[in-house]
């Protein structure tokens, strides 16, 4: 975290490409659990600010485009100098995200941005490389916990990578731009379904399991085990180790 900064920021964004319509329905369950008040939520209220542009196309979703906007462009490639006129939205959302990077009292914490897959299963991640062997080490905390806490999240599917034909994408810039506090990731969603662990079964992704998916499944109270001092509930960071096998599969 940036010393000294009071507010500590998530930013989300959905639907950049208008036909992937599993990520709207991902987000809203992130939303519905967020004003819940279910204790993790308000735990989550009392430490973290919440940003979320949940529709980053609405020409394109309007227009039943499947990831063009009303003009023609994918937004997803236009992060490195989008324009005010041609891609508003994603002008906007780049110059909120920089004027919060700016402000010494903010500490952007994440970026997630939510898509959905055509062809693989599951929900899994991607993440950016970065030449920095304990950073790049601390970008898999995230997507690991997931696939602990998660049934439909696949460790196994995430990847890491530096694409030159993702240089455009949110994930890509802002893991760029940002230093070595925040963490910046595209989260993907299936189409179609997710393979439970150690099964074969195929279970459906549906609208209602996509935002119901943002509540975990017990709101039970936390175990003084797992009790933090930073966030009540969570591990701290110092208590994860990634172990060396699974660090040479990244």
Known sequence: LREG????????????HPGETPSSFVCQGIIDFLVSQHPIARVLREHLVFKIAPMLNPDGVYLGNYRCSLMGFDLNRHWLDPSPWAHPTLHGVKQLIIQMYNDPKTSLEFYIDIHAHSTMMNGFMYGNIFEDEERFQRQAIFPKLLCQNAEDFSYSSTSFNRD????????????GLLDHTSYCYTLEVSFYSYIVGGTTAAVPYTEEACILGGFPPSPGPVSSSQESPNLPGFSSRSEIRIPVQEKARL
């Open 5 to 16: 900064a009071e507010k500590k920021v998530v930013f989300i964004t959905g639907r950049v």
């Open 164 to 175: 030159a034909v993702k240089a455009g994408t949110g994930r890509r810039f802002l893991g």
